[in-house]
């Protein structure tokens, strides 16, 4: 049996650039901006803009008269978001911690923050600063999976619900933040108005092992004593042999400030 399971860790930036342009993430990523209906002279905040993956597409939308503004933490990530916006007047890209906005109160018309809320330390502490930058009237679009819904086919399930459970009790921070969306953003004082929920289904295992990390994860599961080695090493290898099926909930919620 092989002594590493799947692909390796991926660079964060180019893992969320992959991510992005696959066919689910491009729809998702699209639905969440056609929700938030930017306008031109507005300003566009993106939480947790990463490698600044949707920060043209607020640009193009906010035009010459608007203004984009892309918080991030990670110094890597501030780096190749400023690199692929370069010739966006528009767009600045800002240092700074979701919990602690580098953000003027009351001045965001329109904020996103899509996949982060899971990692963060207090969500309802980064949901009360949007609440804080945004003026009344704004719209803040939100996007989360929900990991307890991670299904993966395979003949043995008991390993596959062990995967799923090492995945939203141990692997990610807040791993069910999808379903909790919009009660934590009604307790932040904005107003709910719509919810949705999409599944991306995975058909293509090397992609899915990029995304959903089924061999690194696997590995980190039975180093820490929540699967069984072999038959861990052995559910893995079935799914490299196909075919191959896995999906999970992913919530987008609008709210008005």
Not at 44 to 54: E, H, I, Q, S
Not at 118 to 133: I, K, S
Request: net charge negative.
């Amino acid at each position: 049996m092989p002594t590493h399971l799947g692909a390796p860790r991926p660079d964060q930036a180019a893992y969320m650039l992959r991510a992005a342009a696959t066919d689910a993430g491009r729809a998702y990523k699209q639905q969440l901006l056609d929700l938030l209906d930017v306008g031109a002279g507005q300003t566009a905040l993106d939480v947790g803009c990463g490698p600044g993956t949707d920060l043209g597409a607020l640009a193009e939308r906010v035009g010459r008269d608007g203004t984009v503004i892309g918080v991030d933490r990670d110094r890597a990530m501030l780096a190749e978001a400023r690199r692929r916006t370069t010739g966006l007047p528009a767009v600045e890209v800002r240092e700074g911690d979701a919990h602690a906005l580098p953000v003027e109160p009351g001045s965001v018309d329109r904020a996103r923050i899509d996949r982060v809320l899971m990692h963060v330390a207090d969500p309802a502490a980064v949901l009360a600063q949007l609440h804080r930058v945004t003026r009344p009237g704004a719209l803040l679009a939100l996007a989360e999976p929900d990991w307890d819904t991670l299904v993966v086919d395979a003949d043995d399930l008991e390993t596959s619900r062990a995967f799923t459970r090492y995945t939203a009790s141990v692997a990610v921070r807040n791993a069910t933040i999808g379903r909790r969306l919009a009660r934590h953003a009604e307790r932040a004082g904005f107003t709910v108005l719509t919810v949705l929920a999409t599944t991306p289904v995975f058909r293509d295992f090397p992609a899915a092992d990029h995304t959903l990390g089924l061999g690194r994860n696997t590995e980190k599961a039975i180093a820490a004593g929540h699967i069984d080695e072999e038959h861990g090493r052995r559910w893995f290898a079935s799914l490299a042999e196909g075919p191959f099926l896995a999906s999970f909930s992913l919530f987008t919620v609008l709210c008005s400030r």
